[in-house]
C-alpha cells in the first residue's frame, strides 16, 4: 500500500495536527502577562521541536475511535512538560547546553533566573491545560506520574543514586524509561484515554508507546553519537564525553542498532490488531527506526 | 469568649490539623524513589515550616459545612507548591540563599542539580496529590492557576519587566499579590471547594483570603525590617539591602503597620456572617496582625 492511499479521507496530516497543537500552545504562551516570562515560554514550546508527544496523543485519540482533535489539551500538557525539562536540563547546574533547535538555550537567550522560572511556568501551564480535557482525572494522574519519572530520569542521569544491585545495562534502561520513555508513553495513554479507549486498546496503545518510548532514547544516543553537531542543532557526542550512561556505551553500536529491530518489532506487534487507523503509528515507529540506519 | 470555650466539642486543634497535614505529606514524600531526591523532597516539605497553607485549606472546608480532612489532597497541594517556590526562589541564579528556617536551604544541602529537580519534583507531586480530591477539576484549577501567579510574582520580584504605567506602590502590591498571596487565597479558595461550598460562602472565603494573603507578605516584609537573623531563622533585612521593593520600602514603617490593620479589618468583616465555625480563621487574621505589634 503506497503512502497516496494510506493518507485515509478524511484523515488530517501531521502538518495539519502540528498547526492545530502549535496554535493551541501559542493560545496557551498568550495568558503568561510578564513579559519576558511569555517571550521564554514561547523560546521554550514553540521556536522548533518536532511536536512528537501531542502527535502521538492525538493519533491514539483517533485509535480509540474519537476525533484526534479531543486530545489537544492532553496532547499540549505533554508538550508543555516536555519544553520544561528541555529548559531545566539545559541550565548551568545540570546539563550546561548552550544550544538548542539551533538556537541558544532559554537560560542563555533570557538569563538564567528568567531560565529556571521559565521551566517552572511551563510545568504549571501545562496542569492547567489538561483541566480542559476529557477524563480530566485520568489525564491528570497520566501527567503527574509521567512528570514525576521523567524528573526521577534525570536525577539518575545526573546524579547517580540508582538502587542496589543493577548493573550497568539496568542502570541504562532505568534512566531512559524514566527520563525520556514516561513522557511518550504517558502522552499516547492520555491521548488514548481522553479519546474514550476501552481497556483493550489502552493495553496495545501501553505496550506499543513502551517501545516506542525507549526506542526513542536508544535512537537518539545513536545519532549523538554517529552525527555531527550542525546536523543535530546541539553539540555532538556529548553525552558519551561527560562519561555518561548511553546504549552504544554500554551495548555498543551494533548492540544499540539491534535493540531498535527489537523494539521496533514489540510496537508493530501491538498494533498487528489495528486497521488502517493505525498506520500513522506504524510509520512513526518505522520513521523513527529508520533514522538509525 | 475565651479560648477554651472557642475550642468547640469535636472541632480538632491546629496541632491536630498539622499532624494529619504532616502524616499526608510524609506518605507523599515516601513515593519518591531517587533516594537523594526522597531527601530533598523530605528536608523541603516537612523540616520545619507552620503549614499555613494547608491549614487554612481545612478550615475553610469546614467553613462550607464539610469534615476538614476532605481537604487534605488539596491543602497539601498547595503546600507541596509552597515548598517547590521556596527550594527555586533560594537557587544562586534567584534569591542565594543559604539558610531557610534555621537549617540549609536544599541546594546548599544536596547540591544545586538537585535543588533543582527537587523543586520540579515538589511541583509534579502537588498535581499528582490533588487528583484525590473531591472536585478535582475545580481544585486542579485554583492550583495551576495561584502556580502560574505566584512564579510571575517571583519573575516581577526578580527581574522587574512590570506592566507600563504602574507607580512603585501598585509594583509592590501586582508583586506581593502573586508571588504570597495567590497561593494563600488559592488555598483557602481550594479548601472550601474541596468542602462543597456555596457561592456565597466562597465569596467570603476569597475576600477574607485576599486580604490575608497580602497582609501574610506585608507583615513578612515588616519582620525581615524589625528582627533579628537569629529569630528569623534566615537572612534579616536581605530584601531590603537588594533593593527589592518592600512595604516598609515604599509605605515607611508607619504605612506599613496602617495596611496591616486595614487588611485585618476587611478580613474580619468577610467572616461577620459566620459563627462559631469562623473562629479557627479569625484567630489566624489576629495572630499574624499581631506578630507587627
Redesign the interface.
Known amino acids: 500500500m503506497n503512502t497516496t492511499t494510506r493518507q485515509a479521507v478524511g484523515r488530517p496530516s501531521d502538518a495539519q495536527l502540528r498547526d492545530a497543537i502549535d496554535g493551541h500552545l501559542r493560545t496557551i504562551a498568550n495568558?503568561?502577562?510578564?513579559?519576558?516570562?511569555q517571550e521564554a515560554v514561547t523560546h521554550a514550546a514553540l521556536q522548533g521541536g518536532k511536536r512528537i508527544r501531542p502527535l502521538l496523543a492525538l493519533r491514539c485519540c483517533a485509535l480509540a475511535g474519537s476525533d484526534p482533535m479531543v486530545a489537544l489539551p492532553a496532547g499540549c500538557g505533554f508538550e508543555l512538560i516536555h519544553a520544561?525539562s528541555l529548559v531545566?536540563d539545559d541550565?548551568p547546574?545540570?546539563d550546561d547546553d548552550e544550544m538548542r533547535r539551533g538556537l541558544p538555550t532559554v537560560h542563555k537567550a533570557f538569563?538564567?533566573?528568567?531560565?529556571?522560572?521559565c521551566?517552572?511556568?511551563l510545568?504549571?501551564?501545562a496542569?492547567?491545560t489538561?483541566?480542559s480535557s476529557p477524563h480530566?482525572?485520568e489525564v491528570?494522574?497520566e501527567?503527574?506520574?509521567a512528570?514525576?519519572a521523567m524528573?526521577?530520569g534525570?536525577?539518575?542521569d545526573?546524579?547517580g543514586?540508582f538502587?542496589e544491585g543493577l548493573d550497568e545495562a539496568e542502570r541504562l534502561e532505568l534512566i531512559h524509561r524514566n527520563k525520556t520513555g514516561a513522557l511518550i508513553r504517558g502522552a499516547a495513554r492520555a491521548g488514548a484515554i481522553a479519546g474514550g479507549a476501552d481497556d483493550s486498546t489502552l493495553d496495545c496503545v501501553d505496550r506499543w508507546s513502551s517501545a516506542v518510548g525507549l526506542m526513542f532514547q536508544v535512537v537518539d544516543d545513536l545519532l549523538d553519537e554517529t552525527q555531527s553537531s550542525e546536523h543535530l542543532g546541539k553539540a555532538a557526542g556529548k553525552d558519551r564525553e561527560a562519561g555518561k550512561l548511553t546504549f552504544p556505551g554500554v551495548h555498543g553500536l551494533e548492540g544499540a542498532r539491534k535493540t531498535v529491530i527489537r523494539l521496533e518489532d514489540v510496537a508493530n506487534e501491538a498494533l498487528a490488531g489495528f486497521s488502517e487507523v493505525a498506520a500513522p503509528l506504524r510509520d512513526l515507529t518505522h520513521d523513527l527506526a529508520k533514522r538509525t540506519r
Open positions: 495568558t503568561v502577562r510578564h513579559q519576558q516570562l520544561f531545566h541550565l547546574a545540570l538569563g538564567e533566573s528568567i531560565g529556571i522560572l521551566g517552572d511556568l510545568q504549571s501551564l496542569f492547567e489538561i483541566a480530566p482525572m491528570l494522574l501527567l503527574s506520574r512528570t514525576n524528573i526521577e534525570q536525577a539518575w545526573t546524579d543514586g538502587p
